[in-house]
């Protein structure tokens, strides 16, 4: 037996972690960052409010998510906006499939030159959509068709992006629509948290990162299954497909319900964590760091396990 087969300790035995030192803040959900990846920017702004909360559960911080800042802007021309509380989300909502292919993107990059070099691009998204379009999608892909309030949404939202960084583990919940309830909650930023495991086997001692849902298909097991390398996977595996919608069911609430709908949250935008992997080549015989996927880490793993179960992390977000 492997850790492979075997579950969890959390997920075996259904208890949590517990840590003498926490630190926790109060945070703030984004609306106004949400607003900008509602339905293409199809809703006009006088609007948004209503929409964030007849669709609350669609935007909402849930407990135990994987919370992300985003009160910097990854461009020095956008505004970074500066409050009480840090700014968070745990969603990208309805973010456009260019821009999470930007995204994808962006992350790829294994050194700091290239990382950067694309923020420098996008920055100039408005004046050179066309370069930066060339610089998402290599010829082997399909660009997805754009009408001119498409290309609009999608410059406005690229030049936005945030200079996401891990705020934490979320503590309780809170609501992107101040019509809805409190739109702050308590993010534990650091010690040691009981979490959902993403879609790679994780092991004790691992450099924890956080991906969004999306990018799962840019990893692949490499030399041991599950691991996460980063690699094109292709399709993600079909044994664990069953076990992924069965634990969002729980957490997230996706499954069939009564009653009037409040929105479900879309999994495929979430925010998920795996073990930190460095980036091989040749066949596997060279390996080195990962730019893109080591300015991601934000953890240390205490007690591992297969996909989608519960592990045990130590958070560092203030040491990372």
Same mark, same amino acid.
Request: charged share 20%; hydrophobic share 35%; aromatic share 10%.
């Given at each position: ?36 990846? &509602? ?18 559960? $669609? ?12 009160? $910097?802007? &990854? ?189 479900? $949250? ?14 091989? =080549? ?11 996927? =080591? ?26």
């Amino acid at each position: 037996m492997s850790l492979h087969d075997m579950p969890s300790i959390g997920t075996a035995t259904g208890t949590r972690v517990d840590s003498a030192a926490k630190h926790i803040m109060a945070c703030k959900v984004d609306s106004h960052q949400l607003a900008r990846w &509602i339905l293409g920017g199809n809703v006009q702004y006088g609007d948004v409010n209503s929409y964030l909360h007849n669709s609350k559960m $669609k935007w909402c911080m849930h407990k135990d998510e994987i919370v992300l800042n985003t009160t $910097k802007k &990854i461009s020095p021309t956008a505004d970074s906006f500066s409050k009480a509380y840090p700014l968070v989300v745990s969603t990208a909502g309805e973010m456009h499939t260019f821009t999470k292919d930007a995204i994808s993107h962006l992350y790829a990059q294994p050194t700091a030159s290239d990382f950067f070099g694309t923020i420098q691009n996008y920055a100039q998204v408005s004046r050179n959509f066309d370069d930066v379009k060339n610089l998402v999608y290599s010829d082997s892909q399909s660009l997805p068709t754009l009408t001119e309030e498409d290309k609009e949404c999608v410059k406005s939202q690229v030049s936005t992006l945030p200079d996401f960084r891990c705020q934490g583990v979320a503590l309780g919940q809170a609501w992107a629509s101040y019509l809805s309830g409190d739109t702050v909650a308590s993010v534990l930023v650091g010690g040691m948290v009981t979490v959902q495991n993403g879609h790679f086997t994780m092991h004790t001692g691992d450099e924890v990162q956080w991906y969004f849902d999306w990018e799962a298909t840019k990893f692949n097991g490499g030399m041991s299954a599950h691991n996460g390398f980063r690699a094109n996977l292709g399709e993600k595996r079909k044994d664990i497909k069953r076990k992924h919608a069965y634990v969002d069911q729980r957490l997230f609430g996706t499954g069939p319900s009564y009653g009037k709908s409040m929105g479900q $949250k879309d999994t495929s935008t979430v925010v998920r964590i795996k073990s930190y992997r460095m980036h091989t =080549k040749d066949e596997g015989l060279v390996f080195f760091d990962h730019f893109g996927d =080591k300015v991601r880490i934000f953890a240390k793993c205490i007690s591992g396990g297969r996909p989608f179960d519960m592990v045990d992390i130590m958070l560092m977000t203030q040491s990372t």
